[in-house]
């Protein structure tokens, strides 16, 4: 097969590899140069014979209900400090973005649907900023024509939001964006973002256009104790004041969590689930008249069957290493249709075999026997 070196000592098809970001009207120049320079960048197309289901950093995931999570790709151009998946163009643990070619991930999307029945959300999200993604409207528009699929909601960090990408947005037939937004001080913002460029000025001009158009508006910033105590607040009335949640709640307020792969900012406190509802959501609640501890049912999210598992955590199967994984010392492995993370990974190619240790929602994580 031919193929070109990754960077990584990987090779990978010709047909699925490229390290350019297409230019777009939705790409920022400053972020994708920079995503090109620090990672190797995948194009998951149909001949590339990688599956959309089984991995978390692209393609479709199920976790038993009416909502399907879908992943164009997992770029980002931010660098925040407490990011959960040490994402953007700073971080010390990835080594690849991927993007997936829109007509495979709309098939996919289709044929789960089916399965899943009538009144399917669509979350189009990532572990990255799914605005990067070069057809994000065209995607949209897509996933609305397929029968069954009521709702597509959005999660952006909003910096690629502006007049022309709102409208193109609303036209697509998007009903949410979850806006990742954690602070109005502009000092604060900035050093949330983790890079120099951010402007609170334009996030905020762009959630009022948001929620003066047809989409409708939910403010989801992360609560980072000893950090923006002092903006949740300032972010709840902002959520109000402009016309945020016309059809869903208005804000959607995260508990910041240590994760292995992630990053904690200095002087975080980390709370407990109790403290996190009691002593912040709850009074922010009372204070505000505002519905802040929401559930999915606030969404209309049902349970829902969900895709059969392929593989039982212990079992050892043969995997064919098909691409690099996320992060370092990862590949991606395939069999039985599913993408298999396979960690601590030295093998590039060929096959290989290995024990899945996790099969938590279809995502499948294994390790070399
Ligand atoms: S928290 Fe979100 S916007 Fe920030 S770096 Fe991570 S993925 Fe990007």
Request: hydrophobic share 35%; with cysteine.
């Amino acid at each position: 097969m031919s193929g070109r070196d990754t960077g990584s000592g990987q090779t990978v098809p010709d047909s699925f590899c490229h390290k350019n970001y297409p230019a777009t009207s939705f790409c920022d120049c400053r972020s994708t140069e920079a995503l090109a320079q620090t990672m190797t960048h995948l194009r998951i197309t149909k001949d590339s014979a990688i599956p959309l289901l089984g991995s978390i950093y692209f393609g479709v995931v199920d976790r038993g209900t009416s909502l399907l999570q879908v992943r164009p790709g997992c770029g980002c151009n931010l660098n925040c400090p407490f990011c959960s998946v040490d994402a953007g163009p700073a971080s010390t643990t990835r080594a690849t973005s991927y993007e997936v070619e829109r007509e495979y991930l709309v098939d996919y999307v289709r044929d789960i649907a089916q399965f899943k029945g009538d009144g399917v959300e669509c979350h189009i999200d990532s572990p990255g900023e799914p605005m990067i993604y070069p057809e994000i409207a065209e995607l949209i528009s897509d996933l609305k024509s397929i029968q069954g699929v009521s709702a597509i909601s959005l999660q952006t960090n909003g910096t690629l939001l502006n007049d022309h990408t709102i409208a193109a947005l609303e036209s697509a037939g998007l009903d949410r964006i979850n806006l990742s937004l954690h602070a109005l001080d502009p000092a604060i913002a900035q050093q949330l973002s983790g890079v120099p460029w951010f402007d609170i000025e334009k996030i905020t001009d762009a959630a009022r256009a948001v929620a003066a158009s047809t989409i409708d508006l939910l403010i989801a910033p992360v609560y980072l104790p000893n950090i923006n105590d002092a903006e949740i607040p300032k972010l709840i009335r902002f959520a109000q004041e402009i016309g945020a949640g016309k059809r869903f709640p208005p804000l959607g307020i995260q508990k910041f969590e240590r994760y292995k792969y992630g990053r904690t900012p200095k002087g975080v406190k980390v709370q407990s689930w109790w403290q996190f509802y009691n002593r912040s959501l709850k009074p922010w609640e009372k204070e505000f008249d505002c519905k802040l501890i929401i559930s999915p049912q606030d969404f209309g999210t049902e349970r829902r069957s969900m895709l059969p598992k392929v593989f039982h955590k212990g079992e050892k199967v043969t995997v064919e290493i098909r691409a690099p994984g996320w992060i370092r010392s990862e590949q991606l492995g395939v069999a039985r249709d599913r993408v298999v993370s396979v960690m601590g990974c030295l093998k590039t190619s060929g096959n290989l075999r290995v024990k899945i240790v996790s099969t938590k929602h279809g995502i499948y994580v294994a390790v070399p026997v």
